[in-house]
């Protein structure tokens, strides 16, 4: 039997995994990048997850396609409505994970997201604010999702180069009970572990 472990640079797949306690279900993983490394959704698969792979690199989707049991489809989400694509790729209404990681993208696909259409139990997303500095952004990132019900649980989530991630649940899906001893801010995503009684210090980078 393979050995189920976790690959992403940020402990962003162990945070999925332990808000949603469950062998099964669906994510979307947009900006997937590499299929298998410090990949946010590789460990979920692993364990019986279906899901959506979005990347605009063909190079990354034609490597998914491969090696990953997920669907892969490449799409610059810059050009095309982020609802939309999840319509077309017969996304369940109700997704179990999303990950955001496309850098300068994220605000624009999250302005994209109809909320009364789609809902998502757990969200992982990138910020950048080490790098950009910009709070304007970050700010609008968290009124959409605040404003439309979710719970930011473990704010700017940052490795030795700082806060680069902000993580959120939708409370009528994910217990108190899992959530609230994560609340956080600022920490890094090893000391986020802790606080998930996570005992396991490996990074995969970073």
Avoid at 71 to 96: G, H, S, W
Avoid at 126 to 148: F, G, T, V, W
Avoid at 168 to 197: A, F, N
Wanted: aromatic share 10%; net charge negative; proline share 2%.
């Amino acid at each position: 039997m393979t050995e189920i472990t976790h690959h992403s640079q940020m402990s962003q797949d162990l945070f999925a995994d332990y808000m949603l306690n469950s062998n099964e279900g669906y994510f979307v993983d947009v900006g997937c990048y590499e299929p298998k490394f410090i990949s946010n959704t590789y460990m979920l698969e692993q364990k019986g997850f279906q899901g959506l792979l979005l990347d605009v690199d063909p190079k990354w989707i034609k490597m998914a396609q491969e090696e990953r049991s997920a669907k892969a489809v490449q799409v610059d989400l810059m050009a095309n409505n982020f609802t939309d694509v999840l319509l077309d790729n017969e996304c369940p209404k109700l997704i179990d994970y999303l990950d955001l990681d496309i850098d300068d993208g994220t605000l624009k696909v999250l302005i994209d997201i109809d909320f009364d259409v789609f809902t998502f139990k757990v969200i992982t997303m990138e910020h950048d604010y080490y790098a950009n500095k910009n709070d304007n952004d970050r700010s609008a990132m968290r009124n959409i999702l605040q404003s439309n019900g979710y719970k930011l649980v473990c704010a700017d989530v940052g490795n030795n180069s700082g806060p680069q991630e902000d993580w959120y649940i939708h409370p009528s899906h994910i217990d108190q009970s899992r959530w609230e001893h994560v609340v956080c801010s600022d920490l890094k995503h090893t000391e986020v572990r802790k606080l998930m009684g996570i005992i396991d210090e490996r990074l995969n980078w970073g």
